[in-house]
């Protein structure tokens, strides 16, 4: 993780680098299982656009609660 580049109400965005690449990294909070389903619906969408006005859906991931503690930004 590079920088933070903003909040919302379902979580933050990273600017992240990987293998020489810049990328945004959105982590998203989810406090229920309504919360959880409007995610994968999500994903499901995004996974399926192709549009130069639509971010492109790299990879997506799920962390534990420890791992999500130590998750910040490197500056």
Do not use: W
Not at 13 to 30: G, H
Not at 46 to 63: G, I, R, Y
Request: hydrophobic content about 40%; overall charge positive.
């Amino acid at each position: 993780l590079l920088e933070l580049l903003g909040s919302g109400s379902f979580g933050d965005v990273y600017k992240c680098a990987k293998d020489s690449q810049i990328f945004a990294m959105k982590r998203v909070r989810l406090n229920s299982e309504a919360e959880l389903k409007f995610a994968l619906e999500e994903v499901n969408i995004l996974d399926k656009v192709q549009h130069e006005n639509v971010v492109k859906l790299v990879e997506v991931f799920s962390l534990t609660k420890r791992a999500r503690n130590n998750l910040k930004p490197t500056k």
